[in-house]
């Protein structure tokens, strides 16, 4: 089956089987390696990508659904010459430990941030639950997003 879809702001069109999984593709096919492959039964959140703007565990996630979306993954958020507000903080934070679970907590950050630009931290441990951080550095994480929001916001600057 023949799909059409945007991926980091690309059009794309990709001919998938109707078992394939849309982190296989992305991985596999395209070579977006930043998304994670982890538990594999859409309960760790390491392979987070958003579809139309909402954050979708993509190792359970059906290339086929992809037909017609948006799809973002972390190598659309930003670049190393101009990083995201989310991603400078995780850097200024420390917020990214062994960086597994990373990719998937900016994206669902990021979801976040476009419903809500000033998510109390209970807001932000809610959205960021489905995720497994092996290390346990949710503390720096919530602290990172709630200063890129700040930023996001013109509260602060860099």
Known sequence: MLIKFTIN??????????????????RERLQLTGTKRGCENGECGACTVLVDGVPVNSCIYPAARADGKE???VEGLGSADDLHPLQKAFVREGALQCGFCGAGILLTAKALLAKNPDPSEQEIRLAISGHLCR????????????????????????
């Open 9 to 26: 702001g690309e059009p794309m069109d990709v001919e998938v089987t109707g078992r394939e999984l849309l982190l296989d593709m992305i």
């Open 71 to 73: 799809i973002m993954t």
């Open 135 to 158: 290390c346990s550095g949710y503390v720096k994480m919530i602290r990172a997003i709630k200063a890129a929001a700040r930023e996001m916001r013109g509260e602060v600057s860099e």
